[in-house]
């Protein structure tokens, strides 16, 4: 029989002109096309309500930051560790110009950004904490405060555990948490070494500075004279530590302590230098003191054995370079001339000693070195409070283990080599 003549045709059991297979087809024909002709459309899902929304920028605010350079170095540390434990960006800080330990009201702000390089931060912290402008607040109003605990009760575990709630709901809604109370640096500290030094390795002093420190470290390798040499004079850095407040403090450590090993006298500092194993001269040797706050300025010059060519900023020449800036960038600019010195050697109760000793040490790791003691390293330190080998000074780098920056915030006898 011809099927055109035919007004029925059974398909699964329903005749052709059956509405509910015509249904059928129609539906099955469309999902065929769009698996065909749109097959990604099938992988894609709908935002949902909090996806669609555009998120809102959340900041941490943190007190001015004061006292002295690398004092506020770890208190800004600190400050990102504490962003980042919140899941937020650190707004810019207030960094302090001058040095003053009591009178707060006296402190001379100054920009974060006129220190260190804000750019260059970002992008090599990029995967690990982000600085944020003020500017990019958009309601100052949607904020709350994280009042800092303090005294003996205040207890790391409690700081901590506040911390972690502020980290969740409700204080997670708000845009900006605000710190308020003591400075960061005497907040409590809940991170490892390596952390800190993630940190750190993101600071760049701005351009300004570096410039100053090359002209000073020019002007002590030429130091040397007009003794030929195939390559820029060697020369070694001592953070002399023998001012009129450092000899108050470090007394008083001592005894609270109970040890012996922090103060150093002048005598002291250039015997441990002279017997530095394996250490060839003649070498310049730039002295970095606060000279105003010397007992005796000139005679840290005298009594040095021959062959180490003594100098310091007066005998240098370069006060002036000093003396036209604020004392955190006059210390930024020997901070750059310690750390790019060919041996460096510091107080391992120094924060300032400490910080130059971790940067060498990671400028070493990441050199590939293998030797990181003695002055065969390729940036050797030494820790003249320390007795070493030969009566010299003890060698020193920085342990990146350690579960927290105690030794390098307030010093230790017990230094990595």
């Known amino acids: 029989m011809d099927i055109r003549n035919r007004k029925h045709f059974r398909f699964l059991g329903l005749y052709i002109n059956s509405y509910a297979l015509k249904c059928v087809v129609l539906f099955v024909t469309a999902l065929v096309c769009r698996v065909l002709l749109f097959p990604r459309l099938s992988n894609i899902s709908l935002p949902s309500e909090s996806e669609s929304s555009i998120q809102k920028p959340k900041f941490l605010e943190v007190p001015q930051i004061v006292w002295g350079l690398n004092n506020q170095k770890i208190a800004f540390a600190r400050a990102c560790l504490t ?62 405060e994280l009042q800092k605990g303090s005294g003996r009760k205040w207890t790391v575990e409690k700081d901590y555990d506040q911390l972690v709630e502020f980290s969740k709901h409700p204080y997670d809604q708000y845009q900006v948490v605000k710190v308020v109370g003591k400075n960061p640096f005497l907040w409590h500290d809940h991170w490892p070494a390596k952390d800190y030094a993630r940190v750190f390795d993101c600071l760049v002093f701005v351009d300004q500075i570096s410039k100053e420190a090359d002209k000073v470290i020019s002007t002590v390798r030429n130091a040397m004279g007009k003794v030929k040499l195939s390559q820029p004079a060697p020369y070694m850095a001592v953070h002399m530590r023998i001012e009129k407040d450092w000899m108050i403090h470090c007394k008083k450590l001592e005894q609270r302590l109970n040890i012996t090993e922090i103060c150093s006298s002048k005598e002291e500092i250039m015997d441990r230098v002279r017997n530095i194993i394996g ?10 003191v606060a000279d105003t706050l010397l007992e005796d300025e000139d005679s840290i010059l005298e009594g040095w054995d021959e062959g180490l060519i003594v100098r310091e900023k007066k005998r240098l020449g370069v006060t002036g370079i000093y003396k036209k800036h604020p004392y955190l960038i006059q210390s930024a600019i020997d901070y750059e001339v310690c750390l790019r010195s060919d041996i460096f050697v510091g107080n391992s109760f120094s924060t300032f000693s400490s910080l130059v000793v971790l940067d060498r040490t990671q400028k070493m790791i990441k050199s590939g070195n293998v030797r990181m003691c003695g002055v065969d390293a390729r940036w050797p330190s030494f820790a003249y409070n320390l007795l070493g080998q030969s009566n010299g000074p003890r060698p020193w780098v920085t342990n990146l283990s350690d579960s927290s920056l105690q030794s390098i915030s307030y010093g230790s006898n017990q230094i990595h080599c």
């Open 83 to 144: 962003a980042r434990m919140l899941k937020r960006k650190l707004l810019m800080p207030s960094l302090s110009a001058s040095l003053f330990y009591k009178e707060v009201d006296l402190l001379d702000p100054i920009s974060f950004h006129k220190v260190f390089q804000f750019e260059t931060f970002n992008s090599r912290c990029s995967d690990f904490v982000q600085l944020g402008h003020f500017p990019k607040v958009l309601n100052r109003s949607d904020a709350v």
């Open 279 to 288: 250490l060839k001269i003649p070498i310049i040797v730039y002295l970095a």
